[in-house]
C-alpha cells in the first residue's frame, strides 16, 4: 500500500482492521488502521474525517498515540498511526486486577493524556481498555483519539459528533462504535455529550483496573445500557485496600448526574498525583480537590453579600431627607425692681443689652 509494506494483522474492530506495516521510505514500522469499505466510499463522510484527522494528528502528548496521516491507494483508506508494542489494559486485565502501586500510576497517564486532549477541544468519546496500550517501559498510550466523532454517520449539523457512537456502517448491524459498558448515560440516552463522557469512561476504566470486573456488566448491549442509566456500581468490590480518596474518584467519576460528576479530567489526575506522593491525606484528598471551588464560591457569595449591605446601608444614610429648620422662641423676664427705658437717641427698634439700664424708684419725702 503505496510506501508501507504490510507485515501483519494486528487487530479488528468496529472501526477497522489495524494491520503492522513498515514504512519503506522512512525506515520505521507504523500501524494502519484500514477504515471500512463502505466507510471509504462516502465522500462526503470521508472529506469531514480527514478534517477530523488533521486536529486529531495535531495532538502531541507522550501518552497519546501519535496520528501520522492518511494513505489512499484505489478504493481503500488508511489512518498511518504509531505503532505501540505492549499489551492493551484489557489484555492486561485478563489476568487479573492490577495491583494499586501499578494502577494508580497508569490511571495518572491516561487521565493526563485525555486532561491534554480536552485542553485541544479533542474529546476521545471511546475510552476503554481496549484502547489503551502500555509499552514494557510501563508508560501508557491511548489509541484512537477522537475517532468515533470522526468515523460517526453526519445525522445532522447539531449531531455531528455528539450523538453516541450509534453510527457508521456497521450500525445498521446492530454494532456500536464504543462500548456500551464505558458510555456515560448521556450517551446511552442519545444526548449532547461534552468532556464529562470521557471522564465518566475513566471511572469505569479505574474501576476495571482495580477489579477486574466492569462497573456496568450484562449479558448483551441492552442489560449493559439499562445497567449504564438506571444502576450504580458495586463500590464495595474495590479492594480493602483502596485508598478512599480513590473510591471516592471512581465514584464521583461514575455519577449519573452530569452536575454531580467530577467536573474535570484534570481533578482526577491531581487526586491520583496526591495519593501516590503522600501530599494530601488519602481520605482527604478528593474532598480537597472536589469542595475547593464550592468554598471559592461560597466565599464570593458572602463578600457580594456584604458589599451589597454596605452599599444599601451608605445610600440610605446619605441620601436621607433633610430636616426643616424650625425657629425656636423664648421670653425673658426682668427682676421687677428693674425699670426698663429706651436711651434717648436709639431708634426705637429693640434695644440691645447694653441700652437698658436699671433705674432705682425714690418715694417722697
Same mark, same amino acid.
Given at each position: 500500500?503505496?510506501?508501507y509494506?504490510?507485515?501483519?494483522?494486528?487487530?479488528?474492530?468496529?472501526?477497522?482492521?489495524?494491520?503492522?506495516a513498515?514504512?519503506t521510505?522512512?525506515?520505521?514500522?507504523?500501524?494502519?488502521? !484500514?477504515?471500512?469499505?463502505?466507510?471509504?466510499?462516502?465522500?462526503?463522510?470521508?472529506?469531514?474525517?480527514?478534517?477530523?484527522?488533521?486536529?486529531?494528528?495535531?495532538?502531541?502528548?507522550?501518552?497519546?498515540?501519535?496520528?501520522?496521516?492518511?494513505?489512499?491507494?484505489?478504493?481503500?483508506?488508511?489512518?498511518?498511526?504509531e505503532?505501540?508494542?505492549?499489551?492493551?489494559?484489557?489484555?492486561?486485565?485478563?489476568?487479573g486486577s492490577?495491583?494499586?502501586?501499578?494502577?494508580?500510576?497508569l490511571?495518572?497517564?491516561?487521565?493526563?493524556a485525555?486532561?491534554?486532549?480536552?485542553?485541544?477541544? !479533542?474529546i476521545?468519546?471511546?475510552?476503554k481498555?481496549?484502547?489503551?496500550?502500555?509499552?514494557?517501559?510501563g508508560?501508557?498510550?491511548?489509541l484512537?483519539?477522537?475517532l468515533?466523532?470522526?468515523?460517526?454517520?453526519?445525522?445532522?449539523?447539531?449531531?455531528?459528533?455528539?450523538?453516541?457512537?450509534?453510527?457508521?456502517?456497521?450500525?445498521?448491524?446492530?454494532?456500536?462504535?464504543?462500548?456500551?459498558?464505558?458510555?456515560?448515560?448521556?450517551?446511552?440516552?442519545?444526548?449532547?455529550?461534552?468532556?464529562?463522557?470521557?471522564v465518566?469512561?475513566?471511572?469505569?476504566?479505574?474501576?476495571e483496573?482495580?477489579?477486574?470486573?466492569?462497573?456496568?456488566?450484562?449479558?448483551?448491549?441492552?442489560?449493559?445500557?439499562?445497567?449504564?442509566?438506571?444502576?450504580?456500581?458495586a463500590?464495595?468490590?474495590?479492594?480493602?485496600?483502596?485508598?478512599?480518596?480513590?473510591?471516592?474518584?471512581v465514584?464521583?467519576?461514575?455519577?449519573?448526574?452530569?452536575?454531580?460528576?467530577?467536573?474535570h479530567?484534570?481533578?482526577?489526575?491531581?487526586?491520583?498525583?496526591?495519593?501516590l506522593?503522600?501530599?494530601?491525606?488519602?481520605?482527604?484528598a478528593?474532598?480537597?480537590?472536589?469542595?475547593?471551588?464550592?468554598?471559592?464560591?461560597?466565599?464570593?457569595?458572602?463578600?457580594?453579600?456584604?458589599?451589597?449591605a454596605?452599599?444599601?446601608?451608605?445610600f440610605?444614610?446619605?441620601?436621607?431627607?433633610?430636616?426643616?429648620?424650625?425657629a425656636?422662641?423664648?421670653? !425673658?423676664?426682668?427682676?421687677e425692681?428693674?425699670?426698663?427705658?429706651?436711651?434717648?437717641?436709639?431708634?426705637?427698634?429693640?434695644?440691645?443689652?447694653?441700652?437698658?439700664?436699671?433705674?432705682?424708684?425714690?418715694s417722697?419725702?
Amino acid at each position: 500500500m503505496g510506501v508501507y509494506e504490510v507485515v501483519a494483522l494486528i487487530g479488528a474492530g468496529g472501526m477497522g482492521e489495524v494491520y503492522r506495516a513498515r514504512d519503506t521510505r522512512l525506515g520505521r514500522d507504523v500501524a494502519l488502521k !484500514v477504515l471500512p469499505e463502505a466507510f471509504a466510499r462516502d465522500a462526503q463522510r470521508m472529506a469531514r474525517f480527514e478534517r477530523e484527522a488533521k486536529l486529531l494528528a495535531s495532538l502531541n502528548h507522550p501518552n497519546i498515540a501519535a496520528i501520522y496521516g492518511i494513505e489512499e491507494s484505489g478504493p481503500i483508506r488508511a489512518l498511518v498511526m504509531e505503532l505501540v508494542e505492549g499489551p492493551t489494559l484489557a489484555e492486561r486485565i485478563l489476568s487479573g486486577s492490577v495491583p494499586m502501586d501499578e494502577a494508580l500510576p497508569l490511571a495518572r497517564q491516561v487521565a493526563d493524556a485525555v486532561e491534554y486532549a480536552h485542553d485541544k477541544n !479533542v474529546i476521545h468519546r471511546d475510552l476503554k481498555p481496549a484502547n489503551i496500550k502500555v509499552t514494557a517501559e510501563g508508560t501508557v498510550k491511548v489509541l484512537d483519539f477522537g475517532l468515533a466523532k470522526a468515523m460517526s454517520e453526519e445525522l445532522s449539523e447539531a449531531d455531528i459528533g455528539n450523538s453516541p457512537t450509534l453510527s457508521m456502517a456497521a450500525t445498521r448491524q446492530g454494532m456500536i462504535l464504543g462500548t456500551a459498558s464505558y458510555m456515560s448515560p448521556e450517551q446511552a440516552k442519545g444526548k449532547v455529550v461534552d468532556r464529562r463522557a470521557d471522564v465518566w469512561a475513566f471511572g469505569a476504566v479505574l474501576y476495571e483496573i482495580l477489579t477486574a470486573k466492569q462497573a456496568f456488566p450484562g449479558d448483551d448491549v441492552t442489560e449493559v445500557l439499562a445497567a449504564v442509566v438506571k444502576s450504580e456500581p458495586a463500590l464495595d468490590a474495590l479492594p480493602a485496600k483502596t485508598p478512599p480518596a480513590i473510591r471516592n474518584l471512581v465514584r464521583r467519576c461514575l455519577e449519573k448526574q452530569l452536575r454531580r460528576r467530577l467536573p474535570h479530567i484534570g481533578e482526577a489526575r491531581m487526586v491520583i498525583e496526591d495519593v501516590l506522593s503522600g501530599a494530601a491525606p488519602a481520605e482527604l484528598a478528593v474532598a480537597a480537590r472536589s469542595k475547593l471551588r464550592e468554598r471559592l464560591l461560597a466565599v464570593a457569595a458572602a463578600i457580594a453579600l456584604v458589599i451589597a449591605a454596605a452599599g444599601w446601608s451608605a445610600f440610605a444614610y446619605f441620601w436621607r431627607p433633610l430636616e426643616t429648620a424650625r425657629a425656636v422662641r423664648f421670653f !425673658v423676664f426682668p427682676p421687677e425692681t428693674w425699670n426698663l427705658t429706651v436711651v434717648p437717641g436709639s431708634t426705637g427698634a429693640l434695644p440691645a443689652p447694653w441700652r437698658f439700664r436699671p433705674t432705682a424708684s425714690v418715694s417722697p419725702s
